[in-house]
């Protein structure tokens, strides 16, 4: 019998192996972060800004914009990418090098303790506090921010995260590895530096956000959906008929799932350096207070549960049909 499931487990090890490892890397993520200082998508966000600072020229034609934002895409991505790609094909030890590039992709995972202690900070009326928490992890001004739109912001980013997050890393690492899941991740990243909503990107960031778009549409939906059903029948009609096609579009209509599920209205208006840009609202009860991001903390919890399980449960399912079969 041992031999024999030996033999059964040699002949899928990869799919083992790679659930193991992206098992750990995603739980590892949400245990013990870097730093942001450290952390290689940042420095790719921080390159990103400083290259729109030369290459986008809001004064020009809006066809040129999209050129040039175009090619800052392919001169940030296509390298990099590339090089990281060669790396883990010369490995000798390639399921070392996945998990190390998993872990680096899900870094903005460890989020929901950040969310925590702006609720914290809220709660004690210290929103001065809570904005400089908040700040490094969204690409708008939060110094003007009220106690209300610190937590709209929160729930916002905190119900967002693990679209591009833990869900990316599953569904693209099980699809075409740990380059597509690479490429991904730094399409996102280039998006989030770029938001098309802001009004000095609204040209420059079209294609990358197009692409980003796209990309995480699959994503999108499936996270939202294990949102969804915790929320019952109105959120699961929110998410197939959702109000609003509002840019950020994944974003915005999982915020839409979340704002039904939790009774409470996110989005409006949002600032870029003082430049006031308004938003829809997703009006669906009271505007949130402190407890409604514990709230939120616990759909995004179970929600990510329900994905960690998938990653043990469908392996092993799997494993189980095999050792019938044999």
Not at 16 to 25: C, F, I, N, Q
Not at 225 to 242: C, M, W
Not at 278 to 291: A, D, T, V
Request: with cysteine; charged share 15%.
């Amino acid at each position: 019998m041992v031999p024999e499931f030996t033999k059964i487990f040699s002949q899928d090890s990869h799919l083992y192996t790679g659930a193991l490892v992206l098992l750990v890397s995603i739980l590892l993520a949400r245990i013990a972060p870097l730093p942001r200082s450290l952390q290689p998508l940042e420095w790719l966000s921080q390159v990103a800004k400083n290259l729109s600072f030369k290459v986008n020229h809001t004064n020009r034609a809006p066809s040129q914009q999209i050129i040039a934002g175009v090619l800052a895409s392919i001169l940030l991505i296509v390298p990099f990418w590339a090089i990281l790609s060669f790396l883990i094909e010369l490995a000798e030890f390639p399921w070392f090098f996945e998990a190390v590039f998993i872990y680096l992709c899900l870094q903005d995972d460890h989020f929901r303790y950040i969310a925590n202690e702006v609720a914290i900070s809220i709660k004690r009326d210290n929103t001065i506090r809570a904005r400089s928490l908040l700040e490094p992890w969204l690409n708008r001004s939060t110094h003007s921010l009220s106690s209300v739109g610190l937590c709209k912001a929160t729930i916002e980013r905190l119900s967002t995260t693990s679209i591009y997050g833990t869900v990316s890393a599953i569904l693209f690492y099980a699809i075409g590895g740990v380059p597509l899941l690479i490429i991904a991740r730094m399409v996102k990243q280039l998006e989030f530096s770029w938001p098309i909503y802001n009004p000095q990107f609204k040209y420059f960031g079209l294609p990358i956000y197009a692409l980003s778009t796209l990309l995480h549409f699959i994503p999108a939906k499936l996270w939202t959906l294990s949102i969804a059903i915790q929320g019952g029948p109105k959120s699961i009609v929110a998410l197939v008929n959702p109000k609003t096609t509002a840019t950020p579009m994944n974003e915005y209509q999982t915020n839409e799932v979340v704002a039904c599920a939790l009774t409470i209205e996110l989005g409006g208006p949002v600032k870029f350096n003082d430049v006031k840009v308004n938003m829809p609202k997703l009006c669906y009860g009271n505007h949130p207070n402190e407890n409604s991001i514990r709230s939120a903390l616990k759909l995004n919890s179970i929600a990510f549960s329900l994905w960690a399980i998938a990653i043990i449960v469908l392996p092993s399912i799997w494993a189980l049909l095999r050792v019938i079969q044999g």
